[in-house]
């Protein structure tokens, strides 16, 4: 069946589906953008994990799979967490020391008998108040999860809002917004952790 419109109908639909364009977009962004709206996403790889992202600028700390040479994860240390400088055209660069001790992750693996590392157990250098989890599924995928109002869920990303001073360098952090996938229902989930 096709209609026709006219000059006055094609305005409002137009105007419809625009509206119904930029409500898809903004959802397609707030499922899976999630911290800021406006932020770049770091393209989904078999080694991301999550991403951090703050308030300070766009640059984005990722949590990758570390793996060895023959591909198994490297048992002593994970999880390889790194920058990715969007605001210096995407430029990879690893942590500083002290930005290490910031964002970076304490690993260890959750049953000591486990030699084959299929479970982790990871917290934020600076920042345990929450355990996530990184298990080895059946189909040899890691996956990292963290309860996220009280349901575990896939952790996809966290952004943090710092409070900055003067010049504009963040000096505390005011709250961390953790977003996931349920594991319950397969819905996105998020929850907002003062610090």
Same mark, same amino acid.
């Given at each position: 069946?096709?209609?026709k419109f006219?000059?006055?109908?094609?305005k409002?639909?137009?105007?419809?589906?625009?509206?119904?364009?930029?409500?898809?977009?903004? !959802?397609?962004?707030?499922?899976?953008?999630?911290?800021q +709206?406006?932020?770049?996403?770091?393209?989904?790889?078999?080694?991301?994990?999550?991403?951090?992202? @703050?308030?300070?600028n766009?640059? %984005?700390?990722?949590?990758?799979? &570390? %793996?060895?040479?023959d591909?198994?994860? /490297?048992?002593?240390?994970?999880?390889?967490?790194?920058?990715? $400088?969007?605001?210096?055209?995407g @430029?990879?660069?690893?942590?500083?020391?002290?930005?290490?001790? +910031? =964002?970076?992750?304490?690993?260890?693996?959750? /049953?000591?008998? /486990?030699?084959?590392?299929n479970?982790?157990?990871?917290?934020? &250098?600076?920042?345990?108040? $929450?355990?996530? @989890?990184?298990?080895?599924? %059946? !189909?040899?995928?890691?996956n990292? =999860?963290?309860k996220?109002?009280?349901? %575990? +869920?896939?952790?996809?990303?966290?952004?943090?809002? +710092?409070e900055?001073?003067?010049?504009?360098?963040?000096?505390?952090?005011?709250?961390?917004?953790?977003?996931?996938?349920?594991?319950? &229902?397969?819905?996105?989930? !998020?929850? $907002?952790?003062?610090?």
């Amino acid at each position: 069946m096709h209609f026709k419109f006219s000059n006055f109908s094609n305005k409002r639909t137009n105007l419809l589906k625009h509206s119904v364009l930029f409500g898809i977009l903004l !959802s397609v962004n707030i499922c899976f953008g999630q911290g800021q +709206a406006s932020y770049p996403v770091p393209q989904k790889t078999d080694k991301l994990l999550f991403y951090l992202q @703050r308030s300070h600028n766009k640059n %984005t700390i990722v949590y990758e799979l &570390n %793996t060895l040479p023959d591909g198994k994860v /490297d048992v002593k240390n994970p999880i390889h967490v790194s920058w990715i $400088r969007f605001e210096e055209a995407g @430029r990879r660069a690893e942590l500083s020391f002290i930005q290490r001790r +910031a =964002f970076g992750v304490k690993c260890r693996v959750a /049953d000591k008998t /486990d030699k084959s590392g299929n479970n982790f157990i990871v917290q934020f &250098n600076n920042f345990n108040k $929450r355990e996530i @989890r990184l298990i080895k599924s %059946t !189909s040899g995928a890691y996956n990292a =999860f963290m309860k996220i109002n009280n349901e %575990t +869920a896939e952790l996809e990303c966290v952004y943090i809002k +710092a409070e900055n001073n003067a010049i504009g360098i963040p000096i505390s952090f005011k709250y961390m917004d953790v977003y996931g996938v349920s594991l319950k &229902n397969k819905q996105q989930i !998020s929850e $907002r952790i003062n610090l």
